[in-house]
């Protein structure tokens, strides 16, 4: 089976400029979550949707917004682009979504992610 | 906001030998941890995780060892091989009000393993 699969790989982009991000999951899940990773640092969280609906969300701009599609495919859309938003975005697909009860939530697994360069 | 953070940014080790990562967190309220590794040009690949009800798991050549007194997480590679070396990340998952826990993820900064042959 097919992993998560992310596009485009590499993009470059001039300040100001909107950028869109796609990503499938892996077969069968249903939940997405996406990923800011700036050089030498870690993974940040931005968003997560299950459902087609917003779950969860970082400590990011408005300027960051992202949707979800009936097969589960997603997309993270960047307006007004900044020098430092210049970074590789990771998407990870999980099969559900978070369960009560303290239950632990699914594995969450990273695709290869989509290296932006802002100039 | 709290996160998970790394003792050792670096550690290098020889072809055979046994490795140790280690990673401290600070949020008490977290119940779940992952071990991932990331390779240059790749996303981060899972390891190995564990529950807070845990202290200790084993996968392949691989163990996760998980000390809630003191917050600290370990990944432990056995018989290290060149095809190890990568950056490792910890990462810390914590139910949120309500029970409920949804997909945030919080990363540390990474420990960069070199093996050397």
């Known amino acids: 089976d097919a992993g998560v699969t992310q596009s485009p790989t590499h993009l470059i982009k001039t300040r100001g400029q909107q950028v869109t991000l796609r990503c499938s999951p892996i077969s069968g899940h249903k939940s997405v979550s996406w990923y800011q990773q700036v050089l030498g640092q870690g993974p940040q969280f931005i968003f997560q949707?299950?459902?087609?609906?917003?779950?969860g969300r970082g400590n990011f701009p408005d300027r960051f917004s992202a949707r979800q599609f009936p097969n589960y495919s997603s997309e993270l859309n960047v307006n007004a682009l900044l020098l430092g938003d210049s970074a590789l975005y990771l998407c990870?697909?999980?099969?559900?979504?978070?369960?009560?009860?303290?239950?632990?939530?699914?594995?969450?697994?990273f695709g290869p992610g989509t290296r932006l360069t802002v100039l | 906001g709290e996160s998970v953070g790394l003792h050792l940014p670096t550690l290098s080790v020889q072809e055979g030998d046994n490795s140790i990562i280690n990673c401290a967190y600070s949020?008490?309220?977290?119940?779940?941890f992952i071990w991932y590794k990331q390779e240059s040009g790749k996303g981060p690949q899972f390891i190995i995780d564990?529950?807070?009800?845990?202290d200790k798991r084993q996968g392949q050549r691989v163990t996760v060892l998980l000390n809630k007194t003191v917050k600290h997480l370990s990944l432990q590679i056995a018989a290290t091989q060149p095809g190890d070396s990568a950056v490792y990340f910890c990462a810390e998952k914590f139910l949120q009000a309500g029970g409920t826990s949804y997909g945030k993820l919080t990363f540390g900064q990474g420990t960069i393993l070199t093996v050397h042959p």
């Open positions: 949707y299950y459902e087609k609906e917003e779950r």
């Open positions: 949020n008490s309220a977290s119940d779940y």
């Open positions: 990870a697909s999980s099969p559900r979504f978070g369960l009560a009860g303290g239950k632990v939530t699914d594995t969450q697994y």
């Open positions: 564990i529950r807070s009800n845990m």
